[in-house]
RNA sequence: GGUCCCGUGGUGAAGUUGGAGUUCACGCCGGCCUGUCAAGCCGGAGGUCGCGGGUUCGAGUCCCGUCGGGACCGCCA
């Protein structure tokens, strides 16, 4: 039907007869005997050279025979890749009509309600903008496959029916026919069946995973996702970060990018350093220890303090005004700090600030030295406990430095030795688990589980990306008995844990290997290698923020027939 | 569950302290035009200002509600 694809034909061309075919781009009439059609494809437009007699109109479909000509130099067009030629003496067959679209197929749709882009998505996706990321996001596919059957893993697929679990995310649910009342749940996760699939020796697993979850829906979650799932036997955490970072190398260099070295560091340096678990290391602005600075301090704000942390927010003084520092000060109280200090250095190197008559002159010199605080520089300092100090400091570092996630360079990082338990449940007083309850004790705290529970590191890990988190890993227990004393510090009984997790722990009876994993999302890796701020770019077709399609109008109700057959009655909607 | 922003011909935008007949660009339709390339020129059609209610002599504009979209918080072990 075709020769050539609309982006390929070059002035060497010239003098072959070739078929292009492809959609009308654009028409630009001449008179009686002429007109240019700009055919288009998913590899470029092409100038064809046509008889104004032949009634094409934007978005035709036509396959166009004709002979490549050189364009003398003047008429040569720089901004295409096939400027240089064009088609003579055409021969146009439409093969299809086509009405006016809603909006135009070109970059000049990037501005159009994103519903509409979504109601017509297959016009959207013929936009050079979207076929691009499509098939970035296709690349990316490939090359992580074969990075991880290069490296022995196998790919497994597991069940898209599977059974609820009450831990993590909302569940998706599924009724069953032949058991009216029972349901299947959608999967959040391959994440059992993997573990399982060590126990069952295949050692090394893999799959580009469709998760399922039913929480509200942001730029970077939608309720399907994919992941890179993987999982290995006889692993350290060293292991499963060589083999994931060798897929994310692969990754990168598919869309013709350096991933450089992924940095390795602690989630207690993260903290202390950047107040987040998924720092973003594309700019500076690190929190600064001032404890000691302020250890004898006449300052009340400060005076006792556990913890005093800083950042300099350098040259941002004049961008701060009174208003802009009330507002930071708001969000500060309500994530739990006392107070927000602010001072701005002034020309001088004074400190300009309502607390500034409260620093000793010691403490002043001790300050600019240890933020480096320089004339038109914002300093802000938290004294409190030092996780809210961090958090705090971390939420206005980002909120003041950070840029959108998708501008390089690209700052891929590990944070390792998350801990066991996050915090303790108020109503029951035991200690929650951080990762999952599945997850390995750093070996060296193994100790403090009943003592000390929340100073316990764990085996889990972060891979994050310019201060999105990709995805999450762990090793995972693989013993009963440490199994049974996790799952006694949070409360959970032989009974309980037979129950809710026995399909998944009676296989470990039978000779479970040590292993470890980890999965990461595919649409946000994608989106910030195509350079986009939201996966919504990067998927074909997404669902909006209430979880709607406005091309398929899904959800919808469902025939009173098919309910009866699943013994469901729908509750009248709520007064 | 909450906070904030948005909704005006097919598309994108403008519309002042509430005041005459909503404005502009692109697109669309018709005409002219032999070297354009987002062609150009002339003419034309196209609107429930998301929807409902209220205030007012008068509402695109103000108020309340509602629907839809987006960003974020909660949530996402």
Redesign the pocket.
Known sequence: MRTHSCGELRPEHAGTTVSLAGWVA?R???????A?V?LRDHTGVT?C?VD?SVDV??EFVVRVTGTVAA?PA????D??PT?GI?L?DCVVEILNAAE?P???ISE??D??????RLQYRYLDIRRERMQRNLRIRSAVNSAIRRAMEDQGFVEVETPMLVPSTP????EFIVPSRQQPGSFYALP??P?LFKQLLMVAGIDRYYQIARCL?D???????QYEFMQLDAEMSFASQDDVHAAIGAAVLAAAQAVGQDPGDIVKITWHEAMNRFGIDKPDLRFGMELQELTDVFASTEFKAFAGAVCIKGINASGKADEYGRNKLDQMTDKAKKMGAKGLVWLKVAADGSFESPVAKFLSADETAALTARLDAKPGDLLLIVADQWTTACEVLGTLRNDIGRPPVHQGPYRYLWVVDFPLFVGVDEASGRP??????FTQPHPDDVHLLETDPLQVRSQAYDLVLNGWELGSGSIRIHQPDLQARIFGLLGISQEEADRRFGFFLNPFKYGAPPHGGFAFGIDRLVAILAGEE?I?EVIAFPK???G?D?MTNAPTPVDAKQLDELGIRVLPPKA
């Open positions: 654009t630009r009439e001449h008179g009686e005997k002429l240019f700009d100038q050279v104004n109109r934007p364009r003047e008429n040569v067009n901004k295409l400027g064009e003579q006016p809603p909006f135009p000049r749709a501005t159009v309600a994103e519903n509409t831990e993590g995310a909302r959040q996760s994440q979850r929480e509200d829906l942001r730029a970077d979650r929650k688990p951080g990762h999952h309850p939201n919504r909006t923020q209430s709607q406005p």
